[in-house]
């Protein structure tokens, strides 16, 4: 688990390719980096531990959910763990052919990183009437 925890920060979230140098940015950047490394590695663990499972959409994302409903539609079985992992990494590249396997992390990060795109442009499509200007 530690060594899967290390690979999804390096190669997930990239953070050696950050090229920072001074120290304290750094730490700051390995702070917030650690903590999506883990929460992508908590998805993909439970895509392979209860792959079956319905995913809590509170817990995942509401507006997230709807996005990768509206670009890849609806799974026939409903938004299991699997399928909300397949669905990320495929944003990220991931072509999800019958005998490809689960994906790797920088499908993951990649399909990770435009997802959080996509769902701050819908928030700020929805704040455009409050704004002035």
Known sequence: MVEEYHKALKTGTGVEDS?????YRIESLVAVLATLAVRLLNAKHLAR????EPVDAAVFGLEALALLEGKFGRPPAGWTHRNVLVG?????????????GMPGWQTIWRGWHRLLWMCQGVELLQQKGKRCG
């Open 49 to 52: 531990a209860r792959p079956d």
């Open 88 to 100: 990320v990494a495929r944003l990220g590249g991931f072509l999800a052919r019958r005998h490809d």
């Open 19 to 23: 090229q920072l140098e001074r120290a």
